[in-house]
């Protein structure tokens, strides 16, 4: 298994896609999910979910990865369900103590943003000031640095 889809998240974010598009598409090797598929499927999440600031999007598309290398499945079973949550809270908590937050509003405290749907124009200036990037980076290499300890089964 690769272990560094930090550049290939990163390009697609200045490429335009939304954050979680940009994690969740960059580990579509590991998914084997088709990248159109999880364009499509991440696009919701982005700008902490429809541009509304709660769960970054970052961090909506690594738990995405998370739930399809790891989650239940067909296996009703409490015990393999609060592993699982357990696991996303383990990450979570990672990406927390690198920025302070998981909440799109937190994270871009100070920085005129709003919530409405239409999306900013990505220009130099917005990716000179926006921090996102910083936040992609730290999500692909979170889940880099767990797939190493932790080796997907399926």
Known sequence: ???????KAVSLFTQGYNCAQSVFVAFSDVTGMDEELAKRLSS????????????????????MVAGILYGQGTELDDNLKAAH???IQYLAEKFRKAHEAIICRDLLK????TSTPTPEKRTEQYYRVRPCVKFV??????????????????
């Open 85 to 87: 949550y357990q696991r």
């Open 1 to 7: 298994m690769k272990f560094d889809h930090t550049e």
């Open 137 to 154: 980076k730290t999500a692909a290499e979170i889940l880099d640095r767990y797939f190493k300890d932790n080796p997907p089964v399926r």
């Open 44 to 63: 919701s999440f982005g700008a902490g979910m429809g541009r509304m600031r709660e769960v970054c999007g970052a961090c909506s598309g690594m738990f």
């Open 110 to 113: 100070g920085l005129a943003v």
